[in-house]
C-alpha cells in the first residue's frame, strides 16, 4: 500500500472544539484551549503518521464577522489555508445540527474548490439515542472521549493523495518552539485574566538561545492599555508569574527540556487595529490569492 500525506483543515465558527479536536488527534498540547471563544488566532499545525498515512492537520481561527482588523486577518487567514488543503472538515457542535452550509458560515460567493467534510463536535453531549440517528448520515467525534476518532481518521485518508511523507514521523508539529512560546503565554492570559483583557493581550519573543540549559526566552507582553499593564502584572507580580509559569511547563513538556522564561510588559496602544503592528506580530493584509480557495465564476 503506497504512503499518503495531505493537509486537512480544521475549520468552523468560533468554540466548535477545533482546537480540542487537534489536540486530541496528535496526542500533545499544541493548541490552545479555552471556554473563551476566539482563542486561535493563528493556524496551528499538529502532525499524525501512524503505518503508512501522515496526516497534516491546521487549526484554523474561528470564522466570524470582524468587529476590528485583527479579526479580519484572522478571518483572510483562515480563508487563505483552507482554500490551500487537501481536505477541508467543517466542524460543528453536534447538538446543533445540522450544520449550516460551510460558504455560508464563510461568507463566501460559492462553495471552496478542495474536498469539504462536515464532522459533528462535543458529541458527548449527545444521548445514546441522537448520537446512533446523527452517526447514520454523519460523523460524530468527542474529543473529550476519544470517541469517534478512528471513524474520523479512517474517512480523512480516503481523501489523501499518494504521496511520500512530507515531516518526520517522530514530530508532532511543523512550528517552531518559539511560535509555541506566545500561544502558551496567550493560553495563559484567556486562563488567569478577566473575560475583556486576554483578547488585548499578544506576545513577542525578542531573544531565544536554545542551546543554553536552561533553554533562555525572553519575551514581551504586549497590552494596549496603561491600566492593563498592572492588571497583567498584579500585585507584587503575582500574575504574571503565573502566566509565565503556565507557559513554562508547557514548553518543558513539548521540548523536553527546563526553560527559563523572562517576561517583560509593555503598552502598544491599539495594536489590534493598527495595520503595522499586525503584520509585525504574522497578520499581514490579504494577498492577491486571498480567495484562492473559492471556485471560478
Known sequence: MPPKTGHIALAGAPNVGKSTLLNALVGQHLAIVSPKPQATRLPVTGLRTENKTQYIFHDLPGLLDPDYLLQARMRELALATAGEMDLVLHLHPALDAPAPPFEQLAGLPRPLRV?????????????????TDLERDALVVSAAGSQGLDRLL????????????????DDVSTQPLRFFVVEYLREAAFALLGDELPYSFTAEVEEFRE???????????????ESQKGILIGR??????????????????LS??????????????????NADALSRFGFPGPSPTARAGTSSP
Open 115 to 131: 474536498p469539504l467534510l462536515t464532522v459533528y463536535t462535543k458529541g458527548d453531549l449527545l444521548s445514546s439515542g441522537q448520537r
Open 211 to 225: 542551546a543554553e540549559r536552561p533553554m533562555y526566552i525572553r519575551v514581551t507582553l504586549y497590552v494596549e492599555r
Open 256 to 273: 523536553g527540556m527546563p526553560v527559563y522564561l523572562d517576561c517583560w510588559v509593555k503598552v502598544l496602544p491599539n495594536w489590534r487595529k
Open 154 to 169: 479512517e474517512r480523512v485518508r480516503d481523501f489523501l493523495p499518494e504521496r511520500e511523507f512530507a515531516h518526520d514521523p
Open 236 to 253: 507584587s507580580g503575582a500574575t504574571i508569574k503565573a502566566i509565565g509559569a503556565h507557559a513554562r511547563a508547557q514548553l518543558e513538556d
